[in-house]
């Protein structure tokens, strides 16, 4: 009887580089669209955020709330005439984690292009 060649084992696979974490609070698309439209815009009213994201109010008010209480966003509320108007900023803070999240995809983007 012959006998059967082995093939030989592959290789092992080629370990990636270890990737940050993204901010998770960054990460979730609505509030990515609410930083990213504020870090092209000095400032953004309330319905223009909304009118950008093609969104719902519940959706813009929940969303900037939670980027507002970790401080990436101000939110400065008056009134022109009787109409309310609610108007955000990018903070300092807000801008240098947008940074930091589009350096994480960045790298996530070479590393799986293998660049």
């Known amino acids: 009887m012959a006998k059967l060649a082995r093939k030989p084992a592959p290789a092992p696979a080629a370990r990636p580089a270890e990737i940050p974490d993204f901010d998770r609070l ?47 966003l101000t939110c400065r509320k008056s009134f022109e005439g009787r109409m309310p108007r609610t108007e955000y900023a990018l903070t300092t803070a807000g801008r240098r984690a947008l940074e930091k999240y589009l350096n994480h995809m960045e790298a996530l983007i070479r590393n799986t292009r293998g660049v």
């Open 26 to 72: 960054i990460h979730e698309k609505t509030r990515l669209g609410i930083v990213s439209a504020l870090a092209v815009s000095p400032s953004l009213s309330f319905n223009e955020l909304k009118a950008v994201l093609k969104t719902t109010d519940g959706n813009v008010s929940v969303h900037a709330r939670k980027l507002e209480d970790a401080g990436y």
